[in-house]
């Protein structure tokens, strides 16, 4: 039973994904916020869709943190001084599909505290 509510999620997640998938596009200005968010770990990166290519990350599972908000306030003040030494002050917020609530709104949240600008 358990398996089949995972499936559904998943389906489900997939779909707003699809969705807001042809809507948000990243350049060199004003580079894809993205973020992924395990059960034990949260992930985020700037990307650049023209080029293909990552401007800035930060890793939880490297800094040693979990996924509860507190541990993710910590991986956006890291996402931060990353964008800041790539000089970006402004992106456009990707949640991949999760919805924006719990740990996903913490990030952003704390992002836009440390004068990230979406």
Do not use: C, W
């Not at 992930?43 to 290519?53: E, H, K, V």
Request: no cysteine.
């Amino acid at each position: 039973m358990l398996k089949s509510i995972q499936k559904r999620k998943n389906k489900l997640r997939a779909q707003r994904k699809a969705r807001v998938k042809g809507k948000i596009f990243g350049t060199a200005e004003l580079p894809r916020l993205t973020v992924y968010k395990s059960n034990k770990h949260f992930y985020a990166q700037a990307i650049d869709d023209n080029a293909g290519a990552t401007l800035a990350s930060a890793d939880g599972r490297k800094l040693g943190l979990g996924a509860n908000r507190e541990d993710v306030k910590k991986v956006a003040a890291e996402m931060a001084k990353n964008l800041a030494s790539a000089n970006i002050e402004t992106v456009v917020f990707d949640r991949n599909g999760y919805l924006y609530h719990g740990v996903v709104a913490s990030f952003a949240d704390a992002l836009r505290e440390a004068g990230i600008k979406f």
